[in-house]
T-cell receptor
Framework: GQQLNQSPQSMFIQEGEDVSMNCTSSSIFNTWLWYKQEPGEGPVLLIALYKAGELTSNGRLTAQFGITRKDSFLNISASIPSDVGIYFCAGQLTRDDKIIFGKGTRLHILP | DAGITQSPRHKVTETGTPVTLRCHQTENHRYMYWYRQDPGHGLRLIHY???????DKGEVSDGYSVSRSKTEDFLLTLESATSSQTSVYFC????????????FGSGTRLTVV
């Protein structure tokens, strides 16, 4: 079945640093989604991408829909303590298809 | 908030007992999903529903059943709980034509002892 390979699995960074994570697939998707999960809560949508090559920002977060439609990237600039959590990428081929989730990148921020 | 609640939030149960988790939505969305989340495995789909009384299996459905008798409620039942079913369970919803993926509940942490 379809799988998303998300990397890295975990990251330890200093507060103030920029963060980059990515998601790749052997299959194409027409929608890419990035979610964040904080401890004790469900994942919450951060950014949705609908077009190959699209670059979308949400505050300090920027995500890109890869031109091949097989990958996506998330960058966080100037990290702060509240950025801690698990970041999931997700892909969807059509709106009638189930969403496929990556296994997540766990972000730790050192004081 | 999107109007999705899960109950209970926490439960401890004994091996071999049946357990039912509830997902309730006030959005009148057609699609509802049950996932489990375990370290190293991410989110894995257990069962999903595309309408009242219409359900289907996901990738890890063994040992679980679901029912949807009303649009707003999607129940997940562990027929005879095992320790391997200790996990955090999430419900998610989306509607026909909804563009922005799924909305998740806050989860149920289930411990089987």
């Amino acid at each position: 079945g379809q799988q998303l390979n998300q990397s890295p699995q975990s990251m330890f960074i200093q507060e103030g640093e920029d963060v980059s994570m990515n998601c790749t697939s052997s299959s194409i998707f027409n929608t890419w989604l990035w979610y964040k999960q904080e401890p004790g809560e469900g994942p919450v949508l951060l950014i949705a991408l609908y077009k190959a090559g699209e670059l979308t920002s949400n505050g300090r977060l920027t995500a890109q829909f890869g031109i091949t439609r097989k990958d996506s990237f998330l960058n966080i600039s100037a990290s702060i303590p509240s950025d801690v959590g698990i970041y999931f990428c997700a892909g969807q081929l059509t709106r009638d298809d189930k969403i496929i989730f990556g296994k997540g990148t766990r972000l730790h921020i050192l004081p | 908030d999107a109007g999705i609640t899960q109950s209970p939030r926490h439960k401890v149960t004994e091996t071999g007992t049946p357990v039912t988790l509830r997902c309730h939505q006030t959005e009148n969305h057609r699609y509802m999903y049950w996932y489990r989340q375990d370290p190293g495995h991410g989110l894995r789909l257990i069962h999903y529903s595309y309408g009242v009384k219409d359900t289907d299996k996901g990738e890890v459905s063994d040992g679980y059943s679901v029912s949807r008798s009303k649009t707003e409620d999607f129940l997940l039942t562990l027929e005879s709980a095992t320790s391997s079913q200790t996990s955090v369970y999430f419900c998610a919803i989306t509607g026909a034509g909804v563009r922005d993926g799924y909305t998740f509940g806050s989860g149920t942490r289930l411990t089987v002892v």
